[in-house]
């Protein structure tokens, strides 16, 4: 018998523990008859303002997150979202197919979402290569963010960073805040604008900005949640969070 609450998906969702965003966005996107189940990454809220810094905190998502998947797996989710950024493109392009495989061997083969995927499959239906970024990050966190897209053959015109200082400090930027990047990023030749990092809220605020620019606006939990959805079988159009799941 199918789960009676999620008899057409379940989703696994990991996060780090200071990440208050993605989960209450990836839940107010959800189709009927979907359910998310989350699990955590613990880490501490070490500060990002440096190299070494960042690095630590990149240790302790690294750590943490093969534990956290196998925390959610038992549940038997149908599919398991990795909603967390710098790992995905600390490391470079080169090394993401072998992040990605180590993150199904640890879901069990169960199919597993990470955002270069998701933003990758997004740009292609929103026909984008010339893009801007906004990171949560500061200036040592967009440097892998900007080497992964052009790396990744995009045509990258700018990267907007919002300074966050430690990870739980990124979930505190406003939509006041949000906006004015998405003006200061914006321009004449980009074709999209995409927003990386799970703990920023973007999710509503991307497609208000959609609205004001007449472009695509990708926020990163609409992306993976958008893509772990497609990718097994719900084609539902979800309203309210931009183009990219309301029309694709």
Same mark, same amino acid.
């Given at each position: 018998?199918?789960?009676?609450?999620?008899?057409?998906?379940?989703?696994?969702? %990991? %996060?780090?523990? +200071?990440?208050?965003?993605?989960?209450?966005?990836?839940?107010? #996107?959800? &189709?009927?008859?979907? +359910?998310?189940? /989350?699990? $955590?990454? *613990?880490?501490?809220?070490?500060?990002?303002?440096?190299?070494?810094?960042?690095?630590?905190?990149?240790?302790?998502?690294?750590?943490?997150?093969?534990?956290?998947?196998?925390? %959610?797996?038992?549940?038997?989710?149908?599919?398991?979202?990795?909603?967390?950024?710098?790992?995905?493109?600390?490391?470079?392009?080169?090394?993401?197919?072998?992040?990605?495989?180590? #993150?199904?061997?640890?879901?069990?083969?169960?199919?597993? +979402? #990470?955002?270069?995927?998701?933003?990758?499959?997004?740009?292609?239906? @929103?026909?984008?290569?010339? *893009?801007?970024?906004? +990171?949560?990050?500061?200036?040592?966190?967009?440097?892998?963010?900007?080497?992964?897209? /052009?790396?990744?053959?995009?045509? @990258?015109?700018? %990267?907007?960073?919002?300074?966050? &200082?430690?990870?739980?400090? *990124?979930?505190?930027?406003?939509? /006041?805040?949000? $906006?004015?990047?998405?003006?200061? *990023?914006?321009?004449?030749?980009?074709? =999209?604008?995409?927003?990386?990092? /799970?703990?920023?809220? #973007?999710? $509503?605020?991307?497609?208000?900005?959609?609205?004001?620019?007449?472009?695509?606006?990708?926020?990163?939990?609409?992306?993976?949640?958008?893509? =772990?959805?497609?990718?097994?079988?719900?084609?539902?159009?979800? $309203?309210?969070?931009?183009?990219? @799941?309301?029309?694709?």
């Amino acid at each position: 018998m199918p789960d009676s609450l999620g008899p057409r998906l379940k989703v696994g969702v %990991v %996060v780090p523990s +200071t990440n208050t965003s993605a989960q209450p966005e990836l839940d107010a #996107m959800r &189709p009927d008859g979907v +359910t998310n189940h /989350t699990g $955590r990454m *613990i880490i501490d809220d070490d500060s990002m303002v440096d190299q070494p810094g960042f690095e630590h905190v990149m240790h302790g998502i690294r750590e943490s997150t093969h534990p956290a998947i196998r925390g %959610v797996v038992s549940c038997d989710p149908g599919c398991v979202i990795i909603g967390v950024s710098p790992e995905s493109y600390w490391e470079g392009t080169e090394s993401h197919a072998r992040v990605l495989g180590s #993150m199904r061997e640890a879901a069990g083969g169960r199919p597993v +979402t #990470m955002s270069p995927d998701a933003l990758d499959a997004a740009l292609a239906v @929103l026909e984008a290569r010339r *893009i801007a970024v906004i +990171t949560p990050y500061p200036p040592v966190g967009d440097d892998p963010v900007s080497r992964f897209f /052009t790396g990744s053959g995009y045509d @990258l015109l700018g %990267v907007q960073g919002l300074g966050a &200082p430690s990870p739980l400090q *990124i979930s505190h930027v406003s939509e /006041t805040g949000l $906006r004015d990047a998405v003006k200061e *990023i914006d321009g004449a030749d980009v074709e =999209a604008i995409v927003q990386v990092g /799970t703990n920023v809220a #973007m999710a $509503r605020l991307a497609a208000a900005a959609e609205f004001w620019l007449g472009k695509p606006v990708v926020s990163n939990n609409v992306a993976l949640y958008w893509h =772990a959805l497609r990718q097994n079988g719900i084609t539902d159009r979800v $309203r309210g969070f931009g183009s990219l @799941l309301a029309e694709h």
